[in-house]
C-alpha cells in the first residue's frame, strides 16, 4: 500500500504540473493570437465599413456589452463550486449546482434578449445615428443581443471546465474560433457585406463555441445531466450570494470601460466614436495583457491564507503589483511618445492626430491603473474583494459624470480625461490604500516598490521613445517595430538594476541557473537506444 502510494505520488504531481503548464501557455497564446488577429483585422474594417458604420458598429457591441450586467456572477460561483465537489466527488451536488446555473442562466437570457428589443427601438431617439443607417443598425443590435443572449447559457459549461482547471481547453477553442471570425470578416466586408453579416457571423460562431465547450464539458463530467429544474432558494441564494461582490465589480468595470463610447454616440456624431475605438483598442490588448498575468493570483492567495502565511500574502501583492507595472510601462511610453506615429501607418494618417491624442491620455490613465487586477486577485482569494467593488463602483460613477462634462468643453479628448481622473484617484488612490491597510503593507513601501523604482528605472526608455519619434521618424511599420525592438534593453537592464529589489535579482539569477543546470543535467540520448 505505501509503495503504490509512493508511486503515484511523483505523477500526480507530473500531471497537475503539465496542467498548470497547459493552462498559462494556452492563456498566453489566445492572447497573443487575439491581439495579432484585432492589428491585422482593424485597419481593414475600418476602411472597408466607413466612419459611420464602424462607429455604429461600436456602438452596438458597446450597448449590448451592457446585457452583460444580467450575469451577476453566476459563472464565477459555477467555477468555485464545480473545483469543491469534484474534489470530494459529492456528484449530486455538482449536478444541482450545474442545473441551477442553466435554469438561472435561461431566465437571464430570455430577459436580455427581450430588453434588446426595447435597445434597438430607442437607438435613433438616443444616438446620433445617420437616418438612412439606422434599419441598419437595429437588425445588427437585435443578432448582437441574439448572441449575448444565448453565451449566458454556455458560460455555464465554461465555468464547468474553469472549475475543473481545463482552462486550456476554453482557450483552444477560443483561439480556433477567433482565428474563424477573422477569416470570415474579412471574406465578408471584400465581397461587399456590412455591418448585419458581421453580426450574423458573431452568433453563429458563438453558437458554435458554446456546443464545443458544452461538448468537453460531458466528455470531462460524464455523469452530468443538463436540464432546467426550478431552482431551489438555498442553491440560489449560495450562488448569488458568492458572486454579489463579483456582480458589482463586473458592472463596475462594464461602466468604465463601455459608458464613453455611448457618451460620445449619445453628445457627438457617431462617426467621431472611429476615433475613440481606435486609441480605445490598443489600451484594450494592454488591458488583456496585464489581465492575463493575474489569473493565477486568486487560488495562489488563497492557498496562502489558509496556511495563515500573512507575509506571504503581503509579498504576493508587491511582487505581482510591480509586475503588473513593469509588464506594462514600455507599453504605455510607446503609446503615449509614437502612438500617433503607428496609428498613421496602421489605419491611416487621416486617423493619427485625434486617436493618437485619444491613445495619449488612456495610456496615462492605464499607467496608473496597471496593478488594478493584481490586487484584485489577490482580494478575491483572500474573500475580501468587497474592497475592489467599492472603489470601482465610485470609479465607474466619476468615469460617467466626468465624461458627460468634460466631452462639452474638449470633445472626445474630454472623455478620455474623464476616464484619467478616476483612474488616478481610485485605483492608484483610494484603492491602493485600502488594500495596503487591510493586508498591513505599508503604504510608503508599495508606492516606492510598485510605482517609483519602475517609473525612476523607465525614464532613459521614455527618452529613447522620444528619440525614435522625433530623430529617426521610421516611416514604415517594419523599421518601426525593428526600432521599438532594439530599445527593449535600454528599458530591461536599468528595470532589472533599479526597479527590482537585490532579493528579487537573486531569486530571477537563481531561477535561470537551476534552469540551465538542468538543461546541462538532461541526459543525452546514445546511438542505439531505445
Known sequence: MTSKTTSTAPAKGARKSAMIVKNVTSTWANLLVGTLLSLIVAPIVVNKLGNVYYGIWTLVMQFTGYLWLFDFGVRESVIKYVAQYHACDDRKALV??????????ALIGA????????MALALPYVFNIPQDAVNTARVTMVITGATIAQSFLGNVFTGVLMGLQRFYVVRT???????????L?????HSGFGIVALSVVQLFLGIGMSVVIYW???????YMVTRLVRPGRDDVKRIIGYSKYVSIINISEKLVYASDAIVIAVFLPVSTLTYYAIGGSLVSHLKSFVGAMAVFLNPLSSSLDSKQDTVGVQRLLLASSKAAVLAGIPVCAGFVLLGQRFIDMWMGPKFGPLAGDVLKVLAIAHLFGLPQHSITGVLYGLSRHRITAMWRFCEAMGNLLLSVVLIQFWGVIGVAVGTLIPQVLIVAGALTISTCRSLNVPVLDYYLSVYARPLVASIPFWGTCWYINNVLAPASLPVFIGAIVLALPVYVIPGFLVALSREERKIIVDRLIATFRRKEARPVPTEGSG
Not at 444541482?96 to 442562466?105: E, L, N, P, R
Open 111 to 118: 430577459a436580455a434578449f427581450a430588453s434588446i428589443g426595447l
Open 216 to 222: 468537453f464539458s460531458l466528455r470531462e463530467v460524464p
Open 96 to 105: 444541482s449546482t450545474v442545473q441551477t446555473a442553466v435554469s438561472i442562466y
Open 185 to 189: 470578416i474579412v471574406a465578408l466586408l
Open 173 to 183: 477553442a477560443g483561439i480556433l474560433f477567433s482565428v474563424a471570425r477573422a477569416l
